[in-house]
T-cell receptor, first 109, second 115 residues
Framework: GQSLEQPSEVTAVEGAIVQINCTYQTSGFYGLSWYQQHDGGAPTFLSYNALDGLEETGRFSSFLSRSDSYGYLLLQELQMKDSASYFCALKAAGNKLTFGGGTRVLVKP | DTAVSQTPKYLVTQMGNDKSIKCEQN?????MYWYKQDSKKFLKIMFSYNNKELIINETVPNRFSPKSPDKAHLNLHINSLELGDSAVYFC??????????????FGEGSRLTVL
């Protein structure tokens, strides 16, 4: 089976940097995705890592270390609109995504 | 120009009733999914169809029956509703190449409340 662990909640101030860690267990690794979900909204895709290293998309970056079964999402220059839940998700065969429990990020002024 | 649309957005019903949620995508994608998000925000896959063919069927009670009349539609029918079925149900889709990158396009969700 597959399992993912991420912190339940992180609080930071506007302009700060937040790192959301995700550790996983899987028998076959295809890739690690990150999604953002605002309260009452739909999950939206942020990034995907299939190979080790850092992927940068604007203020958000995602990192993967397959040897450590570990990834993180880095949110830079935090803005109030970044208050949301962030999910890591493991990709498996058949396009199946298994999601972690989500990390609620609260941005304070 | 909604990409993945679900109806209804809200559904309140009594235990024991049967209800359906409809999903349509206009993105031309081949693969569609149903996910369930519980009150603790845990997102769990239920079913996946690729070009009308069932490819993923997780451990879901057989009261839940998906139907895909064509690759643009995936409906979810639930029989004999129970309190534990209360959740937000998300439909999603992905084309083959985006499936490779782990990107799903989600609908806005259908919040089901069973009383």
């Amino acid at each position: 089976g597959q399992s993912l662990e991420q912190p339940s909640e992180v609080t930071a101030v506007e302009g700060a940097i937040v790192q959301i860690n995700c550790t996983y267990q899987t028998s076959g690794f295809y890739g690690l995705s990150w999604y953002q979900q605002h309260d009452g909204g739909a999950p939206t895709f942020l990034s995907y890592n299939a190979l080790d290293g850092l992927e940068e998309t604007g203020r958000f970056s995602s990192f993967l270390s397959r040897s450590d079964s570990y990834g993180y999402l880095l949110l830079q220059e935090l803005q109030m609109k970044d208050s949301a839940s962030y999910f890591c998700a493991l990709k498996a065969a058949g396009n199946k995504l298994t999601f972690g429990g989500g990390t609620r990020v609260l941005v304070k002024p | 120009d909604t990409a993945v649309s679900q109806t209804p957005k809200y559904l309140v019903t009594q235990m024991g009733n049967d209800k359906s949620i409809k999903c349509e995508q206009n993105l031309g994608h081949d693969t569609m999914y149903w996910y369930k998000q519980d009150s603790k925000k845990f997102l769990k896959i239920m079913f996946s169809y690729n070009n009308k063919e069932l490819i993923i069927n997780e451990t879901v009670p057989n009261r839940f029956s998906p139907k895909s009349p064509d690759k643009a539609h995936l409906n979810l029918h639930i029989n004999s509703l129970e309190l534990g079925d209360s959740a937000v149900y998300f439909c999603a889709s992905s084309p083959p190449e985006r499936g490779v990158t782990g990107e799903l396009f989600f609908g806005e969700g259908s919040r089901l409340t069973v009383l």
